[in-house]
């Protein structure tokens, strides 16, 4: 307690009880600045030395300088007045009636074609290619007695069958299909037949089956040393050794529309078939042109 006494009687400290006066900034200090030179110059400095910067008739825009006028031959004084004269300006008749019809056709044209490239590119967005099933090829209903065994040659017809498969929104015709066959032998491709059928419609979302006749129409004319007779004969077995298939290479057209756009693709493949001659009857027919002792058949 005694301890405690002895500093209750003296006076608590409050560093804020007595302020001092701050410092102010009289004419002396201000003349002790004053020796700094003069104020702010816009002058700019550089290795070279202090340059001048631009004056302001320098840094002006071309609005102030007069360079934009309105269509009426007023200057005008800022961009705003310049965007604001031109727009209020009937731009479609400027420059006489020949301009106007010109410029409206122009924007007419190329609004058109804007809105047709849209929508066949929108179509085709959406645009899948159809399936398409293509069957053995083979002799008609006719059988070997539909083939013709002729002095210039021999007509074989034949048929396959086709199935399309078409998963769009909208019909495909098919205004033609034209078939050229070739006969590869030894290198060379010689015309052997041909086919074609027109005016079939894949409806949208159907599938469609049509037979596609065709034939082997074989000209001695085309093969006056007989090669392909005697190639036919040898894979059907009759000049001896084991039945093999005959190919055949064709061609292709095909003539579409497509929404009323004409596609014409070409296709190039090959195909095989059996034999499609009866021995006997073939072999009858070599005999007859006088080829038994070429094709071995004394």
Known sequence: MAYRDQYTGHQEFNPYSNPQPHASYE???????????????????SAAGPTKTKDADEISSGFDRGEFGSPRGEKAQNFSQYRREFRNENLWIK???VSCIGRFFCCTLMIAVFLIVSIV??????????????????????GTSGIQFQTSGIVVPLEVNISVNNPDYFSVDLKQV????????????????????????????????FTFPFEINYQFSTDPNYAILLDMASKCGILGGSQSDI????????????????????????????????????????????????????
């Open 178 to 209: 034209t078939l050229d066959l070739t006969y590869p032998l030894d290198g060379n491709d010689t015309a052997i037949g041909n086919g074609s059928t027109s005016d079939i419609t894949f409806h949208s979302h159907s599938n469609t089956t």
């Open 27 to 45: 004419e002396p200090h201000a003349a002790a600045y004053d020796n700094y030179g003069p104020g702010y110059q816009d002058t700019a400095y």
């Open 95 to 97: 420059g006489g009636r």
């Open 247 to 298: 190919t055949i290479d064709y061609n292709i057209k095909v003539d579409l529309k497509v929404i009323l756009i004409p596609v014409s693709p070409t296709i190039s493949n090959s195909f095989s078939i059996s034999c499609p001659f009866d021995e006997s009857e073939l072999e009858d027919f070599i005999k007859s042109l006088g080829l038994s002792s070429i094709a071995g058949l004394l």
């Open 121 to 142: 590119l929108a179509l085709a967005l959406w645009i899948r290619p159809p399936s398409i099933i293509i069957g053995s090829a083979g002799l008609t209903s006719a």
